[in-house]
């Protein structure tokens, strides 16, 4: 097994950050054409149940506040707690 | 004659006032019946010209858009062409079908977020509808874009696994389409078989709905014939496979991109000619009532200046 697969990586993985590494590598004047080809726009959202499924952002400071899209959200000790304002 | 009506028609508001001691909806509902009384007043004919020739004017420089967004995206699909079809010969070749006791499918819909562009993203979702009218069960979807999503989300949003929209604003490209093939791989959805529905390039006023194979690694280990092909490890394949599905959807993207910028030039164009059409008609009619106006007035003064 290769080292890439063994860290959690797939092939796809692997060879874009090959390519990335490649265009970096570039001489100028190609390198600006290709950097436009290596950036993405698309958005992924999972679907449960025809609903889409929140995308939870782990913060590791207890009182670090952050926003989700919808609603706002304070981590204390270690669990979501709603909160309506922020501190 | 009409303002008589009307007036009649205010009297008989007021009694009702009188009756049920509430006058707002009466007046309301007595609007609309004058105006259909009433003619196409001039100001009204020059009103809707004006809001014709505006329309005319946006469906114009869209199509003057996505005219040079077609060109782009036809250079880049015969570039891409090569990738696409490399990558379908692999399942020719082996001959890979699908497991027949894992009935699970998969169904890819390449749309795009936009729409104005006649009926690119309806023929996708037709068939992948006609596919899910016969079994909804073993089927899941993602959807690649937000126009096959909101058609699909009503009757069958539970068969939809991965919804992904910002596509169709810039041009695809490969990093999209890894994305896609990454989510797809990491979504733990077993399946054996799936497909790529998507629309082909053929020409600017044509396209054809049509579905690239994808298959499962259990389902390529277990093909008859995959032994014409040397020195396979199991890794091999499946990084193979990781990869041919990112290139596979790459393909289908730009398939799909460029078809959908030349449909919508012909959808353009068609609605601008429309537009020109009803201007024409509008500005007749606008002719005409202005000079029926006239020879009114003219017969007034005159009729006025006898009478005397």
């Known amino acids: 097994m290769s080292a890439w697969r063994q860290a959690g990586l797939n092939y796809i993985n692997y060879s874009n950050i090959a390519a990335k590494l490649l265009r970096q590598a570039l001489k100028p004047e190609p390198k600006a054409e290709a950097l436009k080809r290596g950036d993405a726009h698309i958005r992924i959202t999972k679907w449960a149940d025809g609903k889409p499924i929140k995308q939870h952002i782990f913060a590791y400071d207890r009182k670090t506040l952050f926003i989700n899209s919808t609603i706002k959200k304070q981590i204390f000790k270690g669990k979501y707690v709603k909160c309506k304002y922020i501190k | ?308």
Do not use: W
């Open chain 2, 1 to 308: 004659m009409g303002e008589r009506n009307t007036a009649q028609a205010q009297c008989s508001g007021f009694t009702m006032l009188g009756r049920f001691g509430y006058l707002t909806p009466v007046l309301v509902q007595n609007v609309p019946i004058q105006q259909q009384r009433g003619m196409a007043t001039l100001k009204s004919i020059s009103m809707r010209l004006k809001s014709v020739k505006n329309i005319q004017k946006i469906t114009q420089s869209m199509k003057m858009v996505s005219a040079a967004k077609y060109t782009k995206a036809e250079r880049e699909l015969k570039a891409v062409r090569p990738i696409g079809s490399g990558a379908q010969q692999f399942y020719e070749r082996a001959e890979i079908a699908p497991l027949p006791d894992v009935p699970q499918k998969l169904v890819i819909a390449i749309t795009s977020d936009r729409g104005l562009c006649g009926a690119v993203h309806t023929s996708v979702v037709r068939h992948i509808r006609t596919e899910l009218a016969q079994d909804d069960q073993n089927i899941k979807v993602v959807c690649v874009g937000d126009k096959s999503r909101a058609i699909l989300q009503r009757i069958y949003g539970k068969n939809i696994i991965l919804a992904c929209n910002e596509i169709g604003r810039l041009p695809p490209t490969f990093i999209d389409a890894s994305k896609v093939a990454d989510a797809i791989l990491k979504s733990e959805y077993q399946f054996s078989a799936g497909e790529i529905v998507f629309n082909r390039f053929k020409s600017v006023v044509s396209y054809v709905t049509e579905t690239l194979p994808v298959f499962s690694l259990a389902s390529v280990t277990a093909a008859p014939k995959l032994s014409i092909y040397d020195s396979l490890d199991d890794e091999v394949v499946q990084s193979y496979l990781e990869f041919s599905l990112a290139a596979l959807l790459f393909y289908a993207f730009k398939e799909g991109a460029c078809s959908e910028q030349s449909s919508r030039m012909t959808a353009m164009d068609n609605a601008s000619k429309n537009a020109g059409e009803m201007i024409e008609k509008l500005s007749l009619t606008f002719n005409r009532t202005r000079q029926a106006v006239i020879t009114r007035e003219l017969i007034e003064i005159i009729s006025g200046a006898s009478a005397l």
